[in-house]
């Protein structure tokens, strides 16, 4: 007990692993600043950073959905042989927060029953797209801020 106490309290290698996979299972929540560093990074993977920084209500759907899609896209790459760590529920929705505090959510502007026909029964972005931004902390917590290269869109969001 205290060695695995030593693990996760005593800053080294394995104690970050151990806090890594705790946030990834979500019992630990992600910080705002883990959660922009995991948007970039897990959709850089694919995509130019400017893709994400340019994307806009006139692109596509709101980044909730975008992060749907992405989702099921890496599980279907996998079935196919590909080498990618699944997206967890947890990171998922950091994720959406993180893009839809930096760019703009524009998720008022879809209608409730079209996003959650869009998620496909993804229940952790269900629950996040139910909860007024207000109370969602990594989009909060990034709503006075904008990402660099971005054209932040300002929505009137609706709890």
């Not at 502007?109 to 993804?122: A, E, F, I, T």
Request: glycine content about 6%.
């Amino acid at each position: 007990m205290a060695a695995a106490i030593g693990a996760v309290a005593i800053p080294n290698p394995l104690g970050k692993l151990i806090l890594a996979e705790a946030k990834y299972r979500g019992y630990l929540a992600y910080t705002t600043d883990e959660a922009v560093t995991l948007a970039y990074t897990r959709c850089t993977t694919c995509h130019p950073a400017d893709k994400m920084l340019k994307y806009c209500s006139r692109c596509g759907p709101p980044f909730i959905v975008v992060t749907h899609a992405m989702k099921k896209y890496t599980e279907l790459m996998i079935q196919k042989g590909g080498q990618f760590k699944p997206y967890s529920d947890a990171e998922a929705v950091a994720i959406a927060q993180a893009w839809n505090g930096l760019v703009g959510n524009w998720e008022p502007d879809w209608g409730s029953k079209d996003v959650h026909k869009l998620l496909q029964g993804d229940q952790a972005l269900i629950r996040l797209a139910e909860t007024p931004v207000t109370e969602r902390p990594i989009e909060s917590a990034l709503k006075n801020k904008q990402a660099p290269g971005s054209h932040k869109e300002d929505r009137k969001t609706t709890p």
